[in-house]
């Protein structure tokens, strides 16, 4: 069996994850990189096997196959190309990326390197009821596509400084480009794809970092390809505890949603035609961990979703088939949170999405 030397940039996020590359039967995970000393302590108390880095050309020069890329998303494209310029698989952390511009740089740098796999990585797509409700989908159980809403609430206000007291790159961020949470589930569903959005925000600077404005609270109203329309709500700015993922999907036969608010273990209530005298929504005990997982599957710290997801890039990897959330689904991910915002600072005029193939 071929083993596969994996790589981690960007080691506060990315310690979790490689902790589940670990538990790959061909992986071995042999590399970290970091600018901050106690994310690289910390890496390396857990993988002493890993060589350790503060440059990340150096920790490319190691001969690797995967990087797993969780930086900073500013940082994310430039530590995307790099690393399949230096002939590695890459799966990358959401958001895609800062811009239209880079989310091209990464189209093209993707198209550039066909041996290597890219694929996003959108753990959100691997809870399993949304597993379950794209099988319910498939089988017509909801009949065609109306319409869709979903939320991500967390309040990040913490997150908005390093720990040297200087702003992070979330305190600049929008809050709608990060919709992937949201949107790539109901499109990993539906199999729809957004051509035009409405974008809304709520405008004002940040309490942790005053004077900054940051658009910490932002609304995209999407039309679909079928006609559909899809409604997210990203609010990182928000009072509220514990943060929840909110997700409803109704289809000409049937509604799916999670419960709300929600409730633990996670469960989905539905309507569906093809159920005989229903009077009132149904409860499925689908929760959000797939049943087949080893119990170590939950140490990536968003249940068995991350284990699902990189189980499903190595499969790529291993027989050279596509990734399930390749470059174009990426791109349909993550450019409606970018044209939401520009469609927001314009008053809310509908901007189209662009549309690059795949």
Known sequence: MR???????????GLDPACIFELMPDCDVAAGCDIDAGALERFGARFPQASLHTA??????QGLDIVFVASPVPLHCQH???????????LQEVTLASSLDECRELLSAVEAHPRQKFMLAENCCYWAHILSWREMWRAGLLGGF?????EYIHDTRHLLRNPDGSPAWRASMPAIHYCT???????????????????MRVAGGSEALPGRARSGVEVAILQTASGGVIKILVAFGITREPMFHYYSIYGTKGVLETSRPPVSPLQTNAWLDSVPHLRNMIEIPVTENVTDAPAEAVQGGHGTAEYSMIEAFMSCIRDDTRPPLDIHAALQMALPGLCAHQSALQGGQMVEIPDWGG
Do not use: F
């Open 181 to 199: 949470h949201s949107l790539g589930p109901l499109l990993k569903v539906t199999g729809e794809r957004c051509v035009a959005v409405s974008g």
């Open 3 to 13: 083993t596969y030397r994996v790589g981690v940039v960007g080691l506060r996020r």
């Open 146 to 150: 109306m319409y869709a809403e979903a």
């Open 56 to 61: 990340y050309d150096e920790m490319l020069a």
């Open 80 to 90: 995307t190309v790099a690393a399949l310029e230096a002939g590695c698989h890459v």
